[in-house]
């Protein structure tokens, strides 16, 4: 079966501090498609990055950066020098390959709620 | 990408009434799936709806409760019926990854409180 944990469920920072945002995930399957989403108050869903399993070159995108080893199953997202406007619940998903299928669905870990304080 | 438009985005129902929530895509798309999210909660996958066939539901949740039309490749609406308190949650529609797209996509999502 596959699974998702996210571990932190809040984390608190004060602005300028980097944080790193946990996720672990389990599959028996060697194909799969990793995501990071962040859902700010207003409730709608940002997709933030996608990481192919093949694919274990770290990202950085900004203030972003993703660390994906999948030798310990996990892809971790690093916010350096935070800001308030971060301050949301982040979610980390997992869905398998091939997509389309009659299964295929993103499984979602807990969420790890990010408060930013000025 | 896709363009997905939900409606309402939030709504305060009386308890024992039913709220149809809408999802529109900008582009014909096989699958779309149906989330709860619970205050303080992930995503809880309700159900696939498949245009021409019976929305597949998950464990825990049944048609009765929460009917879904599909009738057509980009529209569906699901019903939140007879609704309680324990209704009271942001529901999200989705379409998954898949041919041309390697991301999901979400409506904005319907934010639903049951007094």
């Given at each position: 079966a596959q699974k998702v944990t996210q571990a932190q469920t809040e984390i608190?920072?004060?602005?300028?501090?980097?944080?790193?945002?946990?996720?672990?995930?389990?599959?028996?399957?060697?194909?799969?498609y990793l995501f990071w989403y962040k859902q700010p108050?207003?409730?709608?869903?940002?997709?933030?990055?996608?990481?192919?399993?093949?694919?274990?070159?770290?990202e950085i995108s900004g203030?972003?950066?993703?660390?994906?080893?999948?030798?310990?199953?996990?892809?971790?997202?690093?916010?350096?020098?935070?800001?308030?406007?971060?301050?949301?619940?982040?979610?980390?998903?997992?869905?398998?390959?091939p997509l389309g299928g009659a299964t295929n669905k993103l499984i979602f870990g807990t969420g790890t709620l990010l408060a930013v304080q000025p | 990408s896709a363009?997905?438009?939900?409606?309402?985005?939030?709504?305060?129902?009386?308890?024992?009434?039913?709220?149809t929530i809408q999802c529109q895509v900008d582009s014909q798309v096989t699958?779309?799936?149906?989330?709860?999210?619970?205050?303080?909660q992930s995503l809880t996958l309700?159900?696939?709806?498949?245009?021409?066939?019976?929305?597949?539901?998950?464990?825990?949740?049944v048609i009765d409760k929460f009917p879904i039309s599909r009738p057509n490749l980009t529209f569906s609406t699901l019903t939140v019926s007879n609704m309680s308190p324990e209704d009271s949650s942001i529901y999200l529609c989705s379409i998954p990854p898949g041919t041309g797209h390697t991301e999901a996509f979400f409506g904005q999502g319907t934010r639903l409180t049951v007094v």
């Amino acid at each position: 079966a596959q699974k998702v944990t996210q571990a932190q469920t809040e984390i608190s920072v004060v602005e300028k501090e980097d944080v790193t945002l946990d996720c672990v995930y389990e599959t028996r399957d060697t194909t799969y498609y990793l995501f990071w989403y962040k859902q700010p108050p207003s409730g709608e869903l940002v997709f933030l990055i996608r990481r192919n399993s093949f694919d274990e070159q770290n990202e950085i995108s900004g203030r972003y950066s993703w660390n994906f080893q999948k030798s310990t199953s996990s892809f971790n997202f690093t916010i350096t020098a935070s800001q308030v406007v971060d301050s949301a619940v982040y979610f980390c998903a997992l869905i398998m390959v091939p997509l389309g299928g009659a299964t295929n669905k993103l499984i979602f870990g807990t969420g790890t709620l990010l408060a930013v304080q000025p | 990408s896709a363009v997905i438009s939900q409606k309402p985005s939030r709504d305060i129902c009386q308890r024992g009434t039913s709220l149809t929530i809408q999802c529109q895509v900008d582009s014909q798309v096989t699958m779309m799936f149906w989330y709860r999210q619970q205050p303080g909660q992930s995503l809880t996958l309700i159900a696939t709806a498949n245009q021409g066939s019976e929305a597949t539901y998950e464990s825990g949740f049944v048609i009765d409760k929460f009917p879904i039309s599909r009738p057509n490749l980009t529209f569906s609406t699901l019903t939140v019926s007879n609704m309680s308190p324990e209704d009271s949650s942001i529901y999200l529609c989705s379409i998954p990854p898949g041919t041309g797209h390697t991301e999901a996509f979400f409506g904005q999502g319907t934010r639903l409180t049951v007094v």
